[in-house]
């Protein structure tokens, strides 16, 4: 069967909590990935929506996906998506299954009026990032990324 790109459904829950632990462990990070199929369900299927998703599928199973969720340019005027995951089992990739989740996102993009689809990638993750340029994507060098969260988010509140 025909690898399919699908949007992510109710049933697809756990395989995508089971994809995201799986790309917090090869980003070396397994203990701090604490999202739940409860939690995943609920940003995805909730009431109002705040995260957006799909999947690849190889015979029906979940081997990939991509995580999502608007974001907004103010010099443009308009929406645009951060890709929070996008992970594909290591025996799935080179089959294009990764491409099509992005070739995907760029379709929401374009039809949605979207001005851009924009990620992050570990500096150290030279595979990847091989594989994003190939697709045309440019890194941001001149920007970096903050990040405030634990006790100096905490700290910042209670400065308020």
Known sequence: MDP????????????????????????????????TDEQLHAALFGPAPALFGHVATVDGEVVGCALWFRNFSTWRGVHGIYLEDLYVRPEHRGRGLGRGLL?????????????????????WNAPSIAFYRSIGAVPMDEWTTFRLDGDALRDLDRQK
Request: proline content about 4%.
């Open 4 to 35: 399919t790109i699908r949007d992510v459904e109710p049933d697809d829950v756990a395989a995508v909590v089971g994809l995201v632990r799986e790309l917090a462990e090869y980003e070396r990070e397994p203990a701090s990935c604490h999202l």
């Open 103 to 123: 070739a995907q996102l760029a379709s929401v993009c374009r039809e949605r009026g979207y001005a851009r689809l924009e990620w992050s990638v570990l500096d």
